[in-house]
């Protein structure tokens, strides 16, 4: 009798624990869209918060600024002192508000998350790029739990600045330069527009070192063949497309199953039944898996602090066969930020930061001896 008064409180929090368990197993779409998607209708910005891609403050990292957060690097790296190929990189979301559906380019979180994802993840390509990230008024993560108009439009206003964007990156390197895009999240699926819509059958094409469209799902048969490039096949290939969504087991992708098999891909196709586009970081092939042991560097949030911890060895990967990337077991030092269904995808660079590293290097050198 003596231990009641201490396992009744204790046996009331266990079943409020799984009471919520419960509850957002069921209602995790219901919860996300009642947290995430605008009330309000889509209104574009006015034409006065266009950001004037001539100007550095309109860009996250460009080769000039003094204060870049793309030039990050662990110790025992070092930038490329004279890089031969310009990298254009597309942040991933980070605005979560629901008042408005485009992020305006004056608020203040959502600028220092970009911050730290241009840290963690284009920082990757500083060992062989100079690379440029503009700053865009991207769609609220609302506009990706919601098929209404509302976000269609927000999806079209972002994509509206990548391509200034990319105009006025065109226009500020030569020519004959050759380019690697890298993108995540948003930012992959505006790259895949990118691609589809300016790159694809165009003379340009033949400037493209790679694609990185990291976090986004691509159906090789439904969206591939709309790029222009094809996959990549294996590792120092060059001109060719790779994406990798990361996934701990017991991996649980409804969301993006949902989405992926009632969608329609870049050709007219249905994507039901196709398979998803998988390039493990670690091998820099499809269809492969590589132990931890081939993990060459992960960046790993350090707990109260804004720098990481460069750990090798981490997490294992294999591209399983319908295109999802799984790491094996959930790693520490990740908890507070993975996704539900052991969705790693805020850490899709960062769990293989110096393996993309390596992979970017070989891709380039592999293209500049063309």
Known sequence: MWARPFLEPKAGLIMLVLAATIGWNLFQDQILRATFVPSVGFAPP?????PDYTRPAAWLSRPDLPDDPARFVPEGFARAEQPDVAVFYVAPT???RRDRWNA????AQTNDRQRIFASSQASAFNGMGAIWAPRYRQATMGAFLTDGESAAQALDFAYGDVL??????LASIPASRPILLAGHSQGSLHLIRLMQERIAGQPIARRIVAAYLVGWPISIEAD???LGLPACTGPGQAGCVISWQSFADPADPRMIREYYDASTGLTGRSRRGTEMLCTNPLTGAPHTAALA?????????????????FTRGLVPARCDSSGLLLIGREPAGYGRYVLPGRNYHVFDYALFWANIRVDAQ???ATFLKR
Request: glycine share 4%; charged share 25%.
């Open 94 to 96: 980070t605005y979560l």
């Open 293 to 309: 042991t081939a993990n060459r560097g992960s960046l790993v949030p350090r707990p109260g602090a804004e720098e990481v911890n």
């Open 362 to 364: 070989a891709r380039a």
């Open 46 to 50: 006015p034409p006065d918060t266009a």
């Open 224 to 226: 591939l063949p709309a």
């Open 104 to 107: 305006p380019l004056d608020d």
């Open 164 to 169: 200034r964007a990319f105009d006025a990156f």
